[in-house]
């Protein structure tokens, strides 16, 4: 590790081995980008692009003022022991796994992408709800239904166009009320959100990644 990185502690998913700040790009802002793309504005989304801009540096910013840290927007060895203490060893956050984002089959396939990018989509998904349920004071999130194959998602009625066929998409129940959660969610990184007073969503509140946003909660003022 170099001696920028400092005393940052790695894990087994993943190490930074340098400072990143406006400016830095390359394979490693991108995976920082994973990690804080749940740390932004109401209706903002952040790129996955490599590329460490004033958005990146803002949502940061975000993810240390969250988790005590000084928020000056540089990604050093303090924010990326943070980022190795809630992160488990498949790179999934600490509160969300693989098994609840795919309750359909065991290798993410039949979607409407390959099954590599259902995976891939699905973990940045699990990131942004690490954010949201950080932001909601820690309390627990149940998803009832993620990733489906084109059979799981008929099985159940959904559209032909869901974004649960792609991996990004997530089906949120329980406790925090589904109209909280559906007011929390826009100011992390969704631009789907669909809740109760939605057709078919009063039972539950699905975000996702779309890339024609598109956010109809009415019962809950959204």
């Given at each position: 590790m170099s001696a920028t990185a400092g005393t940052a502690h790695a894990d087994s998913c993943y190490t930074w081995n340098?400072?990143?700040?406006?400016?830095?790009?390359?394979?490693?802002?991108?995976?920082?980008?994973?990690?804080?793309?749940g740390w932004v504005t109401s209706g903002e989304r952040l790129s996955y692009d490599g590329q460490y801009g004033a958005r990146t540096a803002a949502a940061v910013k975000k993810f240390q003022a969250a988790y005590?840290?000084?928020?000056?927007?540089?990604?050093?060895?303090?924010?990326?022991?943070?980022?190795?203490?809630?992160q488990d060893a498949d790179c999934t956050p600490a509160h969300f796994s693989y098994a609840e984002l795919n309750k359909c089959n065991s290798d993410w396939s039949g979607g409407a992408v390959s099954?590599?990018?259902?995976?891939?989509?699905?973990?940045?998904?699990?990131?942004?709800?690490?954010?949201?349920?950080?932001?909601?004071?820690d309390v627990p999130i149940t998803i009832s239904s993620g990733f489906r194959s084109r059979a799981c998602n008929n099985a159940v009625g959904g559209s032909a166009t869901s974004r649960h066929l792609y991996g990004d998409a997530a089906d949120?129940?329980?406790s925090p009320s589904l109209c909280r959660l559906a007011q929390q969610s826009r100011t992390h990184g969704f631009s789907e959100i669909l809740g109760p007073g939605y057709p078919g969503h009063n039972d539950h509140t699905h975000v996702a990644f779309d890339p024609s946003?598109?956010?109809?909660?009415?019962?809950c003022g959204i």
């Open positions: 340098r400072t990143l700040s406006q400016g830095s790009s390359g394979s490693d802002v991108t995976q920082l980008q994973i990690r804080v793309a005590g840290l000084s928020a000056d927007g540089v990604a050093g060895p303090a924010t990326f022991s943070k980022i190795y203490a809630v099954a590599a990018t259902a995976k891939s989509n699905a973990l940045k998904t699990m990131w942004k709800l690490e954010a949201m349920r950080h932001a909601l004071g949120l129940v329980g946003p598109y956010w109809s909660a009415p019962t």
